[in-house]
């Protein structure tokens, strides 16, 4: 089978639109799905920063949706003509994959990231037959096809803009099972987020649905505009030139009545972890979501009274159940994704990640084939 993908061969260079080919059909446990739209997630651009250890040249996307055309066996749970929303691999018997805790199975660096699944690794080539890296995040899906096993396909309703539902596989996932799974936020509790993107938009959307008071920071006045849009207290982490973040936990306290319960970091960035640990109330929940790329010195102070840090991945989440959940939080229009995507042809694929690395989108979404509109 051949088909069109964008194929990042070496850490510096750009995408290319190639034709690629698949060898042979879903084995068990696998689905072949025909991608309408896949999500660019920083995750996926953080490959070019990755030291080599994600292996190039590959296909990249892990925040594709789109519909099942072919089946591998008939336990798999999922029809032809099936819409799915694909998310990250899990190997499925490991003890937190049988705890309900499948963002922290055993194998989630080497399935998602660093080398994915070895069965049936030799069956996706370039159109010369050279070897193309295993499926990235079980999926690959910055193309117009993806097989992905399908424990990882999550059946929606076929009702809804499949094209726009791919980054509830990820990076939304992400933020609104911070909220709702990890922090398990409430009618009147507290929350900061810190960086609005993304991730920290869709933490915004799912703390309002929760009834909670939030203040997003961050430093562009465009993404404070959207987030006071989502309900959000605006607090701007920067004034004039060079950012000054002294006063940033008075202010947070100022806004809230004393501090936080909960804030979520999506920045990765010392000074904002500690000033966001300072600005909890006793007993607060610091999540982490950013990978940390330099030591972090804690702040004498900052971990006083119960307050506790912890790394959050995937937002706790069960995909097969959260993602119905903020479909349908969508439908009621509590969680209005929609207004954070852009999309792009897969042939604009450079474009996206200029635009996503300039700020000038929030989530560009990739189709594979059409012109580009504005959502």
């Given amino acids: ?9 070496s850490y510096e260079s750009r995408f290319t639109l190639e034709e690629v080919m698949l060898h042979a059909g879903p084995g068990d446990g696998e689905v072949l799905v025909k991608i309408a739209g896949c999500g660019m997630c920083r995750t996926d651009l953080a490959v ?13 996307g892990h925040e594709g949706a789109g519909v099942v055309v072919e089946t591998g066996s008939p336990d798999s749970g999922l029809s032809t003509g099936d819409h799915v929303v694909l998310s990250f691999d899990s190997c499925g018997h490991c003890r937190n994959c049988m705890g309900a805790a499948p963002a922290y199975c055993d194998s989630f660096p080497t399935l998602n990231l660093f080398g994915g699944r070895g069965e049936h690794a030799a069956r996706f080539t370039d159109a010369d037959g050279g070897a ?6 079980g999926q690959s899906s ?7 096993p399908a424990r990882n396909a999550v059946r929606v309703d076929p009702t809804l803009p499949i094209e726009l539902l791919g980054p509830l596989g990820c990076g939304f996932l992400t933020g609104a099972g911070a909220v709702f799974h990890s922090f398990g936020v409430g009618p009147g509790d507290t929350i900061a987020v810190y960086g609005a993107g993304a991730v920290g938009l869709a933490a915004v959307m799912a703390a309002t649905a929760a009834g909670a ?52 970091d999506t920045t990765g960035s010392p000074q904002l972890i500690n000033n966001a640990l300072r600005a909890l109330r006793p007993t607060g929940h610091l999540g982490l979501v950013a990978r940390l790329h330099t030591p972090l010195p804690l702040e004498p102070g900052t971990l006083d009274r119960g307050r506790r840090i912890s ?4 937002g706790d989440a069960v995909p097969g159940l ?20 852009r999309t792009y042809p897969l042939t604009e694929i450079n474009q996206a990640e200029r635009d996503c690395d300039a700020g000038r989108v929030v989530k560009p979404v990739l189709i594979p084939a059409g012109p580009r509109e504005d959502t």
Avoid at 1 to 9: D, E, G, Q, S
Avoid at 311 to 314: A, R, T
């Fill in 1 to 9: 089978m051949r088909f069109a993908a964008a194929v990042l061969r």
């Fill in 48 to 60: 070019r920063h990755s030291a080599g250890r994600s292996p190039l040249p590959a296909v990249l």
């Fill in 132 to 137: 193309l890296a295993p499926r990235w995040f």
């Fill in 142 to 148: 910055f193309a117009e096809y993806a097989m992905v």
């Fill in 213 to 264: 008071v939030t203040v997003a920071v961050d430093r562009h006045p465009g993404r404070l505009a959207l987030a006071e849009r989502l309900q959000a207290i605006p607090l701007r982490a920067a004034s004039g030139g060079l950012p000054d973040l002294s006063d940033l936990p008075d202010r947070v306290r100022q806004l809230t009545d004393g501090g936080t319960h909960y804030a979520l």
């Fill in 311 to 314: 790394h959050i991945c995937e």
């Fill in 322 to 341: 959260l993602i119905p959940r903020l479909t349908g939080l969508w439908q009621a229009g509590r969680f209005p994704f929609d207004q954070l995507i």
